[in-house]
């Protein structure tokens, strides 16, 4: 099992890699699509598997990389709150593993930038969904609910989110686990600005300054799946 997952892990990269590199491929939602559907089949086979993936997920923050977490992790979140439905959990790994899709527009230079953004370059970044949105609408294969993750997984519960500044019941389950996932990884993953923090302290700061932000509920779930 152990070798599948880095076996696994290692297809996602070069897959992904070539994806955000070409993101206005025509068929880049049709080898995401198989990607996410080998993503899931591997993850529902048990809980040790999830292990085997957590000990070999990356901890340096490229994009691509970060996007197979947030799936990974989201997709054992799902079933953890009780999704059982392959097609559902499929449209999330492949909603899951584009949600940072747009990031592809975005100049190399901020991605890579050390330091802490300025106000204006923080303000380009956050046009990554709507970027995103953009490259993906028109493909057939991007349904409703792919597009969820994307769309949502910088919404926050108390408003304070973007791009449309939704609350609580306007934000998806999709949206929700996809929040804790994205921000959890982001935390605690090495970044060009930031060390990466514990599990523990990305856990803590989830709970405590900024609880009204997240679903506490799937929160309490990503307790249990990384136990």
């Known amino acids: 099992t152990k070798r599948k997952a880095q076996l696994l892990y290692s297809v996602e990269q070069g897959v992904l890699r070539d994806i955000f590199d070409n993101p206005s491929a025509p068929d880049t939602v049709q080898r995401t699509e ?49 999704i059982t439905s392959r097609d559902q959990l499929d449209n999330l790994a492949t909603g899951t593993l584009l949600h940072d899709i747009g990031k ?12 802490p953004l300025n106000h204006e370059e923080f303000e380009l970044v956050r046009q990554h969904v709507v970027f995103g949105e953009r490259l993906l609408h028109a493909d057939p294969r991007m349904n409703a609910e792919r597009m969820l993750p994307l769309s949502q997984h910088h919404e926050r519960l108390d408003g304070t989110g973007y ?19 994205d921000s959890f990884d982001a935390m605690t993953s090495e970044r060009t600005y930031q060390g990466a923090m514990r599990a523990f302290e990305a856990i803590t700061i989830l709970r405590g300054r900024l609880r009204e932000q997240y679903d506490q509920e799937v929160l309490e779930g990503l307790i249990q799946i990384l136990a």
């Open 34 to 82: 198989q990607v996410a559907q080998h993503t899931v089949a591997f993850l529902l086979q048990g809980p040790d598997v999830l292990h085997h993936l957590i000990r070999i997920m990356s901890d340096d923050y490229a994009t691509f990389t970060h996007s197979i977490n947030v799936c990974i992790l989201s997709v054992s979140l799902a079933t953890e709150l009780g």
């Open 163 to 181: 791009p449309r500044r939704l609350t609580d019941s306007q934000i998806h389950l999709y949206g929700r686990i996809a929040a804790v996932a």
């Open 104 to 115: 592809s527009e975005l100049p190399k230079s901020i991605l890579k930038k050390r330091g």
